[in-house]
């Protein structure tokens, strides 16, 4: 089922901008994306094709199912309270029905780990894309080789280096492997290329050393380790790297790149939006997603301020929400059993249409 399904059939209920749009903080720049909410023809729900969540290829329109809205409503999800809250200038459609939900049953004390937990997650990522940024990868990777070193002495060396001054192929090389000692083997040498001996690592592309077999009465030439802690956790950080780089968004990579502050601008607005939101739901008992300090905000997103300077203002509001919360007159968590019967409810009402 796609999304022109839902408009087709008539089985949306709710339709808006979100993202920047909603929060009033766009540019130029930015793209639009829309949230919504729908519910399942009576076949499909009562029988085994229940779709949760539908969205497009790019991920920037996601319509969630009446039931899989609600469930997130009652642990105050961030994305789906928000939703709940669009400003009316936002709202593209909204059926009747929904008016059986409002967001003061759904806001809670919750709020407090929902909103700041995210936030804390925007910060890691935030501080987790200078890495990237400052340090980017070769895109030639090292093979299994590069973290093989000969044990010399009482040293190492790589054993790139080690087989270059010693004028030997890694080809004719043979391991065997050492009992009860981890990633060690004994590297014997076929100068002759008349024992068939597989290598150090058979190919380029291998994640492993290769194991030879070796005749009796052969003799080791030196002793290898091979690092395969180290290879992994390179292997790990490459795939990683060179999968942000084919997925990342290029115009934000250059602005972050660009103002040469070391984290990234963009995740850090949010951070300090989703806080200062957390904030006054506690305080005031609201939520405002349309914010009313648009500059500041956008001053953040513009590198203008330095990290350290963002995270003493996160640090400060996480402190305010903490003492807040104390004090709040806010409920505990949502009523779950009110909250489900309302469901409960607009579905009788919907299938009985």
């Not at 199912?65 to 936002?90: D, Q, S």
């Not at 190492?156 to 280096?161: L, T």
């Amino acid at each position: 089922m796609t999304i022109k399904d839902l408009k087709d059939k008539n089985l949306l209920l709710f339709e808006c901008l979100s993202g920047s749009k909603a929060y009033g903080l766009d540019t130029p720049q930015s793209d639009t994306d829309i949230k919504g909410i729908y519910y399942m023809p009576k076949e499909m729900f009562f029988g085994l094709k229940y779709i949760p969540q539908i969205s497009n290829e790019s991920n920037d329109e996601v319509y969630y199912e009446i039931g899989r809205f609600i469930e997130l409503l009652i642990k105050n999800n961030p994305n789906i309270v928000e939703i709940l809250a669009t400003p009316e200038e936002c709202i593209l459609y909204k059926h009747p029905i929904l008016d059986k939900l409002n967001i003061d049953m759904i806001l809670s004390k919750l709020c407090k780990d929902t909103f700041g937990g995210y936030a804390l997650t925007q910060i890691r990522k935030a501080k987790g894309l200078n890495k990237k940024i400052l340090n980017p990868m070769p895109k030639t990777r090292k093979t299994v080789l590069d973290f093989c070193f000969i044990t010399e002495n009482y040293s190492s060396v790589k054993a790139k280096s080690w087989l270059t001054k010693n004028a030997i192929s890694k080809a004719d090389c043979g391991l065997s492997k050492i009992p009860n000692a981890k990633d060690l083997y004994a590297l014997f040498y076929d100068a002759e290329k008349k024992l068939n001996y597989k290598g150090i690592a058979n190919k380029e592309a291998a994640n492993e050393v290769s194991v030879s077999s070796i005749p009796a009465g052969e003799q080791e030439i030196a002793y290898l380790f091979f690092n395969k802690d180290s290879y992994s956790s390179y292997c790990k950080e490459y795939n990683e790297y060179w999968d942000w780089v084919e997925k990342r968004n290029e115009d934000r990579y250059s602005l972050n790149k660009s103002h040469g502050k070391d984290y990234d601008t963009k995740n850090m607005m949010h951070t300090i939006r989703l806080l200062q939101v957390a904030l006054e739901i506690v305080r005031d008992g609201e939520l405002n997603v349309k914010r009313q300090n648009r500059d500041e905000l956008l001053l953040i997103k513009r590198g203008e301020l330095d990290y350290d300077e963002v995270l003493k203002m996160a640090e400060k509001l996480m402190l305010q929400i903490e003492q807040e919360t104390t004090k709040s007159k806010l409920q505990e968590k949502p009523d779950a059993r009110l909250i489900e019967s309302i469901l409960v409810e607009i579905r009788a009402e919907l299938y009985a249409n």
